[in-house]
């Protein structure tokens, strides 16, 4: 799961919360006289609304499209909260158009784990790339324990770790997204 | 090889305008803003599943063998026995009113961050902690003021709560102390959202 189903989710959850909370509100609205007492002592499906359904023949298979529609909408919209955009390598330019080196994500991904997991207290390092093999992105999970400076931790993955992959890569940039995560228990449960 | 390392990004770091730094407090925000999954899950499931039955009522009923998963007569005589003002349809209307406005307010709303993200200088590095590190690491700065033990943190909003144990003839100064070494390792650490700092003093022994 990775940022790119937020912009979807937040989209689809607007336009899913209008359609209901429009609907919700207006029937509330009929039934609390909003619309005039004589709406609010019709009932929900009143005569003139099966007249029309039975009078007009497109009526059913519309209802069905749009309902199909709603529910390819509603598949994608749940793989999408499975699908991971990581990519597996990495495409370096050879900068003279004369070819194109490709570098697997793993290595790079081992390789800065190795580099973080040698600072002081760091219990291990998930790197992950993502993106565009272009333009990769780096997500990166660092669990430490009680004993690592966090100072230091930042400072190392910022300045050394990074720094060493941007400048091995000879890219001047590439997004990263770093958590650092603490973890208890173990100390806790040798003492005990 | 760190000199070699550490040369590139510094050199780069200390150029950088003010205005980098909105911009990284920006990314840093956006980075760690909750996706929505679960909503997005029962959200997307329910259409789904509303969709599915829908479409497959309606072309089998056409089709001449209904599949009547749900029983559209007894859904239709429902509706038609029931007016508008009567109070299961008013529910039923509430509800559905309420589900649309949770999903609206869960699209719009930003919402909290389970981590603590970190103010950096670099747009393109997004660094959060998470509140039990940040807690730990203010309560290690709160312990390392002589005299104070036992710290305990609670983090707020915008507070940080710390309750440290020391002695009773002590307190004015201990308490003065641990908060200007929290207040320092907070800059330190520079959350991006801004903390007071309040201390407690527990003079009586922990039991």
Not at chain 1, 45 to 60: C, E, G, K, P
Not at chain 2, 54 to 64: C, D, H, K, L, Q
Request: some cysteine; overall charge positive.
């Amino acid at each position: 799961m990775d940022r790119h189903a937020a912009g979807l989710n937040r989209v689809l959850l607007v336009l899913t919360g209008l359609v209901l909370a429009v609907a919700g509100g207006a029937g509330l609205a009929l039934g609390l006289h909003a619309f005039g007492s004589a709406r609010a002592h019709e009932p929900m499906l009143s005569d003139s609304t099966r007249n029309y359904a039975s009078s007009h023949s497109w009526f059913w298979p519309t209802v069905g499209g749009v309902a199909a529609v709603l529910a390819v909408i509603g598949v994608v919209w749940l793989l999408a909260q499975g699908r991971s955009d990581r990519i597996n390598g990495v495409v370096l330019d050879d900068g003279d158009g004369t070819g194109k080196t490709v570098v697997p994500a793993g290595t790079l991904a081992s390789a800065l784990q190795d580099d973080i997991e040698e600072v002081p207290g760091v219990r291990s390092a998930r790197a992950r790339l993502t993106g565009k093999p272009s333009a990769p992105k780096l997500r990166l999970n660092v669990t430490y324990e009680r004993r690592a400076d966090v100072l230091e931790l930042r400072r190392s993955i910022q300045d050394r770790a990074l720094a060493r992959l941007r400048s091995a890569l000879e890219m001047d940039r590439m997004p990263a997204v770093v958590r650092l995560r603490l973890v208890t228990g173990d100390e806790r449960r040798q003492v005990e | 090889m760190t000199t070699h390392a550490g040369r590139l990004p510094q050199a780069k770091t200390a150029a950088r305008p003010a205005t980098k730094g909105k911009k990284a407090a920006r990314a840093a925000r956006s980075a760690f803003r909750p996706r929505r999954i679960v909503t997005s899950l029962i959200a997307a499931l329910a259409l789904t599943a509303i969709g599915t039955i829908t479409a497959i009522e309606v072309f089998s009923e056409r089709a001449g063998h209904p599949a009547k998963i749900v029983s559209y007569g007894r859904v239709a005589n429902w509706a038609e026995g029931h007016t508008w003002k009567n109070w299961a349809v008013l529910v039923v209307c509430g509800a559905v009113a309420l589900v649309g406005l949770w999903f609206l307010l869960a699209g719009l709303l930003p919402g909290r961050p389970h981590v603590v993200p970190l103010r950096g200088d670099d747009p393109d590095l997004a660094m959060a902690i998470t509140p039990g590190g940040l807690r730990s690491s203010l309560a290690a700065a709160a312990e390392d003021v002589a005299h104070s033990s036992d710290a305990r943190v609670q983090l707020g909003r915008h507070r940080v709560t710390v309750s440290v144990h020391c002695p009773s003839h002590e307190v004015d100064k201990v308490t003065e102390k641990v908060k200007r070494s929290v207040e320092t390792r907070l800059d330190d650490i520079r959350p991006l959202t801004k903390y007071k700092v309040s201390v407690k003093a527990r003079t009586k022994k922990p039991t």
